[in-house]
């Protein structure tokens, strides 16, 4: 809000410069994390909050808790995705708790290591888009040089009239 001429500014608030009110909330965190999660890009979250990319730009280098909210709905989650299908590629280990009834009525955890295999599908994934060039479906194949066609004509003949 800006001062009236003649308006007396408190000791120890920041003398209003020109511009606007910002119109940053702090709630936009969890909803731009949330947006970048579905893959938004800083042009759409733009669009999303009805201001510029420029503004939204400026909220990151302002507001560090919004810019740490957009990293964790891009790269932070991108590792976690990466490296939950890595484990599931390759198996892993987990820990069960099994509660086991006792004679007396009461129960026991028992806590059991298991060994998941790895997934086939999460295996064909991780390798599809990490080693195209090995692993890909479709191989393309370059050919130079001339390609002649031949034209063959199919005659049939008619067994009744051999001469036809």
């Not at 500014?9 to 936009?28: H, M, N, Q, V, W």
């Not at 390759?90 to 295999?117: N, S």
């Not at 599809?128 to 393309?140: I, Q």
Request: charged residues 30%; glycine residues 8%; contains cysteine.
């Amino acid at each position: 809000m800006a001062a009236l001429e003649g308006e007396i500014i408190p000791a120890g608030l920041p003398i209003p410069g020109p511009g606007r009110d910002t119109k940053y909330r702090p709630e936009f965190n969890e909803q731009a994390r949330k947006l970048c999660l579905l893959g938004f890009t800083d042009e759409e979250l733009a669009d999303f909050f009805g201001v510029c990319e420029r503004t939204v730009n400026y909220w990151k280098a302002e507001f560090p808790a919004f810019l740490q909210s957009i990293k964790d709905g891009k790269v932070v989650a991108d590792a976690q995705v990466a490296d939950s299908l890595y484990r599931r590629a390759t198996g892993e280990e987990i820990l069960i708790e099994r509660a086991l009834k006792k004679a007396d009525g009461e129960y026991d955890i028992l806590k059991l290591k298991q060994f998941v295999p790895g997934d086939v599908s999460a295996q064909r994934l991780w390798l599809l888009n990490r080693r195209k060039g090995n692993w890909r479906d479709k191989v393309e194949t370059e050919h130079s040089g001339n390609v002649t066609v031949n034209r063959i004509e199919r005659v049939i003949v008619d067994p009744a009239n051999p001469d036809r």
